[in-house]
């Protein structure tokens, strides 16, 4: 099917919230070239019709309507959650569809079979089946003895650490509960031809073990960047019988390259979105097949000490693994919930994955979120030592959740990593705290986390002295660091040389 998809990887244009007021908070558009389709979601709030009103207009300002209060913050979650099969694909102000016309028919059948699947009992029990006795679930939640010691106080008095097991997951990784459910979506309406994107290769593996199962081509395409960072990954993806292009540049590049060859098979082939991003009903369709981690982590804490955890703690790069741990708590409002964004080498080095803590406002890949832009609203190149954080967009449904104030989002940079006498810790020790995190937890706990999760790990150093005595933190280890081992002593060799790599 013809189709010019190069206007779905355009950004819209700038979207500055950068004016603020207690009742209201508005958002400029500024005009680009060439101009992004219209998001043709039923949806006719102000941030959609952007699309359909930015022709007539160089500099649009758009109300968004009252700020939210913590009165409200039910009200709207709960107005969030009920749009789920309503079909416009929004949460607040974020998400929708800003594609062509040529994807709208193919996204509504996605829509439909997916809301469909969702309620077909016979679905629901071969996906419960393939989560049990082929992806190894339920995962451990396990206490973390000797790490939530290392964080006890003079008093010996501390939080207690207890660790969400996705790393034990066949494949290493959360990715694979949502690609055998939309492997088995895709089979289910008839697609043979499985296309999709990874960065760390975390995805791919996921993605190839599934079609491999279900008897399904798999195309996986991977930036050249991430191939050379990931090649343990790469050589898994292709004994499992996929098919690895390779892409230059990294995940962004490959990402938009697998959606372009999608749209020119759109009759024989299944984009299979490892990303809480891009157009309804993708985002929502990964949350759901993710939401089974919190919908675990809930039970599990009931039979191990009767209540709900008090903090949860997840990194983020598009938002799968955090939203799968978090989606299941959001009406529990005295549950925190925090995600943790890759620092890279620095906020003010310009060299970072922090979208949610320094982006703003945009479209991307067929959605409206936060990105990482410059003042033109050109996308810009993410960093960080993670491959699976490194993307310049985040989850329009987490982009919702950090503007009710439900979720709090950190990342660590030079600037925070500041000793006793007040200097600030070179770029290279800055890396060295998220490899402390990693070794610190293979050493005391005998888990070798990747260095994604090392991410959330990390923050424990800033959480944990904050916390009062007893307090129940779950951290999501979303994967297995294996793949990372060479990264790591490839960086300890070079910070012992004297020199950085990041």
């Given amino acids: 099917m013809a189709c010019n998809s190069q206007t779905v990887f355009l950004p819209l244009g700038k979207l500055s919230s950068s004016n603020y007021t207690r009742k209201t908070m508005r958002v400029y558009s500024?005009?680009?070239?060439?101009?992004?389709?219209?998001?043709?979601?039923?949806?006719?709030?102000?941030?959609?019709?952007?699309?359909?009103?930015?022709?007539?207009?160089?500099?649009?300002e758009i109300d968004l309507g009252p700020m939210v209060t913590k009165r409200t913050l039910t009200k709207r979650l709960m107005e969030a959650e009920d749009r789920k099969f309503c079909g416009n694909g929004k949460f607040?102000?974020?998400?929708?569809?800003?594609?062509?016309?040529?994807?709208?028919?193919?996204?509504?059948?996605?829509?439909?079979?997916f809301n469909?699947?969702?309620?077909?009992?016979?679905?629901?029990?071969?996906?419960?089946?393939?989560?049990?006795?082929?992806?190894?679930?339920?995962?451990?939640?396990?206490f973390a003895q000797r790490l939530t010691d290392h964080y006890k106080n003079r008093n010996g008095e501390g939080p207690e650490i207890y660790l969400k097991r996705e790393d034990l997951n066949h494949g290493g990784a959360h990715k694979i509960n949502n690609a055998i459910?939309?492997?088995?979506?895709?089979?289910?309406?008839?697609?043979?031809?499985?296309i999709t994107a990874t960065g760390a290769g975390q995805h791919g593996v996921a993605t190839a073990a599934a079609c491999a199962k279900l008897s399904l081509e798999c195309t996986i395409l991977m930036g050249s960047l991430d191939m050379e960072r990931q090649s343990s990954n790469v050589v898994l993806m292709n004994l499992l019988g996929a098919k690895v292009k390779v892409v230059e540049g990294n995940f962004k590049d490959a990402c938009s390259e697998a959606v372009r060859e999608w749209v020119g098979n759109l009759d024989t082939s299944y984009y299979l979105a490892g990303t809480a991003v891009g157009p309804h009903p993708c985002p929502t369709m990964v949350r759901e097949f993710q939401s089974i981690i919190g919908k675990e982590t809930r039970k599990q804490a009931m039979e191990k000490w009767g209540g709900k955890p008090d903090v949860l703690v997840a990194c983020v790069g598009t938002g799968s693994n955090a939203l799968g741990l978090f989606h299941e708590f959001l009406k529990d409002e005295d549950v925190r919930l925090i995600g943790v964004e890759g620092g890279g080498s620095g906020i003010d080095s310009g060299r970072h994955s922090a979208t949610l803590v320094t982006g703003e406002v945009g479209v991307y890949h067929g959605a409206m979120s936060y990105l990482l832009q410059d003042d033109e609203g050109q996308i810009v190149g993410p960093h960080s030592i993670a491959v699976g954080l490194e993307c310049p967009g985040v989850s329009p449904e987490l982009s919702f959740l950090k503007e009710i104030g439900r979720a709090e989002f950190y990342t660590v940079t030079d600037q925070d990593a500041v000793n006793g006498a007040g200097s600030i810790v070179t770029v290279i020790n800055f890396v060295i705290d998220y490899l402390a995190?990693?070794?610190?937890?293979?050493?005391?706990?005998?888990?070798?986390?990747?260095?994604e999760a090392s991410?959330?790990?990390a923050f424990l150093d800033k959480l944990c002295p904050t916390l009062p005595n007893?307090?129940?933190?779950?951290?999501?280890?979303?994967?297995?660091?294996?793949?990372?081992?060479?990264?790591?002593?490839?960086?300890?060799?070079?910070?012992?040389?004297?020199?950085?790599?990041?």
Avoid: W
């Avoid at 680009?32 to 006719?44: A, G, I, K, L, N």
């Avoid at 050493?443 to 260095?451: C, K, Q, S, W």
């Fill in 30 to 60: 500024i005009l680009q070239s060439p101009r992004p389709c219209e998001d043709t979601s039923s949806d006719h709030s102000a941030m959609t019709s952007i699309a359909s009103r930015i022709e007539t207009s160089t500099r649009r």
């Fill in 92 to 113: 607040g102000s974020y998400g929708g569809r800003f594609v062509p016309e040529t994807l709208i028919t193919c996204l509504n059948g996605l829509e439909d079979e």
């Fill in 116 to 142: 469909s699947a969702l309620r077909d009992t016979t679905f629901q029990e071969e996906l419960a089946t393939a989560l049990r006795d082929y992806v190894g679930r339920e995962t451990p939640l396990y």
């Fill in 181 to 194: 459910a939309q492997a088995m979506l895709a089979k289910r309406m008839g697609l043979k031809s499985i």
């Fill in 437 to 451: 995190a990693y070794k610190r937890l293979c050493r005391l706990e005998g888990i070798f986390p990747a260095l």
């Fill in 455 to 457: 991410h959330a790990l």
């Fill in 470 to 502: 007893g307090t129940k933190v779950v951290v999501n280890v979303s994967g297995r660091g294996d793949k990372d081992a060479s990264t790591v002593f490839k960086y300890e060799l070079d910070s012992s040389m004297g020199r950085c790599m990041c």
